[in-house]
Structure formats: structure tokens, C-alpha cells
């Protein structure tokens, strides 16, 4: 079983639309949990971090946090094109280490 | 603000070869530092991350090491490269416990 998991997509949504996207994590002693957009060639990029359970709102993107079932989620509300990139999954383990999904790819029709 | 420095963005490097990659991060102090690679098409692999200067916790026995000879400074070493060494090397930072990580740009390593 992976440690974390994300389906790699594409997920394909509509300009406009919510796009919403997945992620299980293994270990019950994860502490924190971030979301990373990554274009194309570049370096992933923090966007949103959760520490507790339930909702974080910021600007267009929500970050939902279930501790119980392992999962955590990211809504993108009025997806735009260039919100077209892969989102990376991360969780904090406790042990100074960031363990990674491989990410969704994520595609937003004009 | 802090910032994280990592250079080259881009090296080609023919099977055999050393290979040297610097990190340095400023406006912090004491951060945890970590090397990841990312092949092309997959997700992030942890390599090594450290806690302070000399401390290097390795996660992926290979031909690579690492070195934290200061406290901002993370170097990602080969002595001798192999094809399966290409991909994305990304160092990241981090301060305490549990906070966010950021990464550097970035160097595409290609071995020829």
C-alpha cells in the first residue's frame, strides 16, 4: 500500500466549474498535510497547508481534512486555465519527513 | 523574507561523472533541509534530509550522498553517475516540526 495516494488523472473540468481533487494517506500518526501545484517543468508550489479536521478556506481554494478516514481533499472553485497543472499531495509524518502523492493532473477547458 | 537559492537549473553529464548540486536558503536559521527527486513522469522521492549541520538521514540507499557542511547549506554529491540518475532534483526547506516546506526551483539532471 502506498503512503500516499492520489489518482493521476487527468481530471478534466470546465472553466468555471469545481474541481476536486483527492488523497488517502496510510499512516494514522500523520500530523499535517499540505497541497502543492506543480506546472509543467517547474518546482512545486505551497498552496494550501491543514492541520486539523474539517475545512480551510483561502480565496477559491478549500482544503477538507477527515483524520478518521485518512483522507484529505482540495476543492478549486471557478477553476480557470491556469489552474491546468498537477496538484501534489503531501503529509507530514512526524519524523521530520514529507511523503509525497504523484500527484493529479489536473486539466480546465476553456 | 526567507529564500532558497539552488543552482544549476539544468545539467547534462555524461555516465561516469562526479556530480556536485548546492542549496542554500536564507532568512533562517536552523532550518531542516531535504533533497527529493522527481523522474520524469512520477511523483517525489525523498533522498536525504537533515536537521542540522552534519546531520544527514539517508533514505534511498544509491551512489548519491549529501553534506551540510553550514547551516543553510545542503550539497547532493555522486562520484560516479548512472543513466538512472536523471530527473528533477528539488531541495526543500522547512522550519521546526509539522510547518510548511518550500522547494527551490529546481535542477534537471540529465546523464548522457
Known amino acids: 500500500q502506498k503512503e500516499v495516494e492520489q489518482n493521476s488523472g487527468p481530471l478534466s473540468v470546465p472553466e468555471g466549474a469545481i474541481a476536486s481533487l483527492n488523497c488517502t494517506y496510510s499512516?494514522?500518526?500523520?500530523?499535517?498535510f499540505f497541497w502543492y501545484r506543480q506546472y509543467s517543468g517547474k518546482s512545486p508550489e505551497l498552496i494550501m497547508s491543514i492541520y486539523s479536521n474539517g475545512d480551510k478556506e483561502d480565496g477559491r481554494f478549500t482544503a477538507q481534512l477527515n483524520k478518521a478516514s485518512q483522507y484529505v481533499s482540495l476543492l478549486i472553485r471557478d477553476s480557470q486555465p491556469s489552474d491546468s497543472a498537477t496538484y501534489l499531495c503531501a503529509v507530514y509524518q512526524g519524523t521530520y519527513k514529507y511523503i509525497f502523492g504523484t500527484g493529479t493532473r489536473l486539466k480546465v477547458l476553456a | 523574507s526567507q529564500t532558497i537559492h539552488q543552482w544549476p537549473a539544468t545539467l547534462v553529464q555524461p555516465v561516469g561523472s562526479p556530480l556536485s548540486l548546492e542549496c542554500t536558503v536564507e532568512?533562517?536559521?536552523?532550518?531542516?533541509l531535504y533533497w527529493y527527486r522527481q523522474a520524469a513522469g512520477r511523483g517525489l522521492q525523498l533522498l536525504f534530509y537533515s536537521v542540522g549541520i552534519g546531520q544527514i538521514s539517508s533514505e534511498v540507499p544509491q551512489n548519491l550522498s549529501a553534506s551540510r557542511p553550514q547551516d543553510r547549506q545542503f550539497i547532493l554529491s555522486s562520484k560516479k553517475l548512472l543513466l538512472s540518475d536523471s530527473g528533477f532534483y528539488l531541495c526543500a526547506w522547512s522550519v521546526g516540526h509539522g510547518t510548511e516546506a518550500f522547494f527551490g526551483q529546481g535542477t534537471r539532471l540529465t546523464v548522457v
Open positions: 499512516d494514522r500518526g500523520s500530523q499535517s
Open positions: 532568512g533562517t536559521s536552523n532550518p531542516n
